[in-house]
């Protein structure tokens, strides 16, 4: 049996000759090479000697070679999902084994750029130098590793910063239908964070709308300090995947080098159906509501390695879509419990020209006592608490069958309504400090105490 070489870079063509020529040295000059046995549906049965479950496979095809990663065995032979088209894949294509897992080159040379869900540049523009190679699949940090979520983040955003404040470090999820507005927020707040480096990865997005992200939502001044990996809906489910995995990896490594980084993941729901699309075309039995159990020992593994480090920190808002506001559905259900606060989009809200659309009585940061002062965590609770009291009574304010002294905390939701509308509307394009937010929630409250 052929010793198995060394993993040679995979994220884009130009590569370091001098450090390839000197792994190349020390790899043996014979590799595992199988064939292809099977094509049904997605999945590829091979035979590759010393494959393993990860490992990146080159399928020698018609036309150009194809990757491939091992996902299963069965049998005796290996199954694989491919990392591009089927086409021109055909029995006894030679298979060779590269001994390892995708990895990704990261570095301060990548600000700026656009990546695909391989981790390979698509902007066009020359590929970055002094890069390192870091593999895309990783542990998250040990449980007794991390430190304690202290600093507040800003996001320039008063609805979030004011009532929901997020902490250096911390993992939320944004929930929200299609079109209410989740995009746009993602782009304001990647503007308006006081964050080192910005982290975005667009999973199965239609192809229009990332250049309208880049270019608008966000814009020339956000895209200069962030990392973007795109992998839109006509990619392969496993580059689908893989697509969120690579912009958790360029993460951790700002993180590792100290930095504050925010990373925004739009959406984990299409992760979801990428890993479910890979688990049924590899054999696992649907389980709830059609997704196999990998989904959901891949979410924890996923969102676990977001946090706080020995050093930086990432913070990580996921976007997780919810079909006709039903949060209770199997990933948004399971991805609530994994994460530390949710923040909660609204299509009624969003339907009455109020923007950003959060529901701020349905929006919690589990670690917002932590990171502000106890009076404006006290303004928060009273400000929710008359918005709450308000919406109670909507339908009997707008018919008019509401009488005045009914109730004194609806006679001072009514009162306060127009101040809070003003507070929590805001437009997409202006940022808001935090202490300027903290300042108006504070007279806010203190002008509608009971």
Request: aromatic share 4%; net charge neutral.
């Amino acid at each position: 049996m052929a010793a198995r070489s060394a993993a040679i870079p995979l994220y884009w063509d130009a590569v370091d000759l001098d450090a390839l020529r000197a792994r190349l040295a020390d790899a043996s000059a014979l590799r595992p090479v199988g064939t292809v046995r099977a094509v049904t549906g997605l999945a590829i049965r091979v035979a590759v000697p010393s494959a393993r479950v990860g490992d990146i496979v080159v399928i020698r095809r018609r036309g150009d070679p194809l990757f491939a990663e091992i996902v299963g065995f069965n049998g005796g032979g290996g199954g694989a999902s491919p990392l591009g088209e089927l086409a021109g894949v055909g029995p006894d294509d030679a298979v060779e084994s590269t001994g390892a897992g995708l990895v990704v080159g990261a570095g301060a040379g990548m600000l700026g750029r656009v990546l695909d869900g391989l981790g390979r540049p698509i902007d066009g523009l020359d590929a970055p130098k002094d890069l390192v190679t870091v593999p895309v699949d990783r542990a998250p940090p040990p449980a007794l590793g991390r430190r304690a979520v202290t600093e507040p983040l800003t996001t320039g955003v008063r609805a979030i910063d004011g009532l929901m404040t997020l902490g250096v470090g911390q993992r939320v999820g944004l929930f929200a239908g299609s079109g209410v507005g989740k995009s746009t927020l993602l782009g304001s707040i990647a503007r308006g964070t006081d964050a080192d480096v910005v982290v975005v990865a667009l999973v199965g997005e239609r192809g229009r709308e990332v250049g309208d992200f880049l270019e608008h939502t966000l814009g020339a001044e956000g895209r200069s300090r962030s990392v973007v990996v795109v992998a839109t809906s006509d990619a392969p489910p496993l580059e689908r995947l893989r697509a969120v995995q690579v912009a958790t990896a360029h993460a951790e490594y700002f993180r590792d080098q100290g930095k504050s980084v925010l990373l925004l993941v739009d959406s984990v729901t299409r992760v979801a159906r990428a890993q479910r699309e890979v688990g049924l075309a590899a054999g696992e039995p649907p389980a709830r509501r059609g997704y196999p159990p990998s989904v959901f020992a891949m979410l924890p593994r996923l969102l676990e390695r977001s946090g706080q480090g020995q050093t930086g920190a990432v913070t990580a808002i996921y976007t997780v879509l919810v079909e006709g506001g039903d949060m209770d559905e199997p990933i948004a259900d399971e991805v609530r419990g994994i994460l530390d606060g949710h923040v909660v989009m609204s299509r009624e809200i969003a339907a009455r020209g109020h923007y950003p659309a959060i529901d701020v009585t349905e929006s919690l940061s589990r670690v917002m006592d932590a990171v502000v002062p106890e009076a404006q965590v006290q303004a928060a609770r009273q400000v929710r608490a008359l918005v709450a009291a308000f919406e109670a009574k909507r339908d009997l304010i707008a018919l008019g069958a509401y009488a005045k002294g009914s109730d004194p905390s609806v006679d001072r939701a009514i009162a306060a309504l127009p101040e809070i509308q003003r507070f929590l509307v805001q437009p997409a394009t202006s940022a808001v400090p935090l202490s300027e937010t903290a300042e108006s929630l504070l007279g806010l409250a203190k002008k509608y105490r009971a």
